[in-house]
């Protein structure tokens, strides 16, 4: 089931607390670019003829007018983060997992629906289409497993929790087309998409695009921030309320870690808790993660984007700062319905500067859905396991969950009970390895790795079948040598160097 906007339902009925006359621009030039921007979104709109399409467009138009707004205040304000109110978060404030009562109540389940982000593309990964549609384990890809996650829920448990994906216009045909084959399982998947911003011209703060249908690289997904107004907008929120659905667990497609947990819904049920959002303990591979702060008594999260320079590594610290959100988030609907019907949810802005294939610098205003949970009643962090956090962002995390460090249940990868240590492998995979096709390629079987600490390959190197990895192994190929690591090689603890090529005769 696919859901689109209403906007003749919503449009009208809701405003945003702040337009152009009542916001307070300091300085002649913001209020310009403001009123310059209006009337080009209002050109860009003028030129769909068919009525609906033109509402569906507008109400987007709106939505980016409103980040637009905010960002040309903020900035004529200077208006900046003052680091000395930015504290660790309270005990109350973050509580950890163990402290969490187990349950085997079922009752929760009727009223969970599970939502993942699925706007990304797979292309910093060297594939074609939705990151969602990459093979990761067994044949199967992200949306395999996540469907067989939820069949098996609902059989076992005889629920019926719905599967919705949040796609992006990047991501929406393909996703359409892909989720066909899914129509025998006993899964409810429903899709619906995030807006479409236009990128704004660095210079002139004017939007790229000239017309509605201009070519895609002049358009953005706003960030996952903006699922707060697309599901509010596509009526599907409206919709998961009357099926008597009171809570949505959301997180990014690409987790394998993600799971349904009874034991954190049930206590989410037991706090009348509106928003949770998992952490988990940052590791130095993590510390560009946002965090959850104690901002004057108030729970909030902190991106990196939004620290000022010169406080850059005290947010890197893993002194200050020990956790970072897993965008794992248990959110209560009633309270997204009611949140934004009495008000717009202002989510930090994320200043994403870019360019264009042709060179020209853009700029992109992006949200995050995890800072809505200052918006929530008795909102507050759950410091999770590490096995909740499992991201494939790129072939060193894919050589990981390919591994024999992981087995597969039911769509669930377990850590494989034989692993003598709690914490995973650092693994660094050089650009040889970059692409998902170039990767494959290099190995005839991925290494078995359960008591490997850390392995780094940089340069031409390939490896047979059955090659066994222990403790610190580094292989370094330099540029014009080649590196063959012969099947049933074990190496504990070596640096491997220079040229070794194995020839088949």
Known sequence: MSFARK???????????????????????????????????????????????????????????????????????????????IQSPSEEQVIPYASIPETTSKADLEKLAVLKLNGGLGTTMGCVGPKSAIEVRDGM??????????????????????????????????????????????????????????????????????????????????????????????????????????????????????????????????????????????????????????????????????????HVEDFKSVKKFKIFNTNNLWINLKAIKRIMDEEAMELEIIVNHKATPQGEKVIQLETAVGAGIKHFKNGHGVNVPRTRFLPVKSTSDLFLVTSNLYSLTHGCLEVNPDRMFSNVPLIKLGDHFKKVNDFLTRFKTIPHILELDHLTVTGDVCFGSKVELRGTVIIVANHGEHIDIPSGTILENKVVTGCLRILDH
């Open 141 to 310: 890809t992200f949306l395999d497993l996540s469907v067989r996650q939820i069949e098996y829920l609902n059989k076992k448990n005889d629920v019926s929790v719905p599967f919705i994906l949040m796609n992006s216009f990047n991501t929406d045909d393909d996703t359409k087309r892909i989720v066909q084959k899914y129509a025998t399982h006993n899964v409810d998947i429903i899709t619906f998409n995030q807006s479409r911003h236009p990128r704004i011209k660095k210079e002139s703060l004017l939007p790229a695009p000239r017309t509605p249908t201009a070519p895609i690289d002049q358009w953005y997904p706003p960030g996952h921030g903006d699922f707060y107004e697309s599901i509010y907008n596509s009526g599907l929120l409206d919709q998961l309320i009357e099926q008597g659905k009171e809570y949505l667990f959301v997180s990014n497609v690409d987790n394998l870690g993600a799971t349904v947990d009874l034991n954190i819904l049930h206590h989410m049920v037991e706090t009348d808790s509106e928003f949770l959002m998992e952490v988990t303990d940052k590791t130095k591979a993590d510390i560009k993660g946002g965090t959850l702060v104690d901002d004057e008594g108030h729970i909030r999260l902190l991106e990196i984007a939004q620290v000022p320079d010169e």
């Open 7 to 85: 906007p003749s339902a919503v449009g009208n009925e809701r405003h945003h607390p702040h337009t152009l006359s009542t916001l307070d621009f300091q300085g002649a030039s913001s209020a310009a670019a403001a009123k310059a921007m209006k009337s080009e979104l209002a050109k860009l709109g003028s030129q769909i003829e068919n009525e609906e399409e033109r509402k569906y467009f507008n109400q987007e138009m709106d939505g980016f007018y409103m980040l637009f707004t905010r960002y040309l205040d903020e900035k004529a304000k200077g208006k900046k983060l003052d680091w000395d109110k």
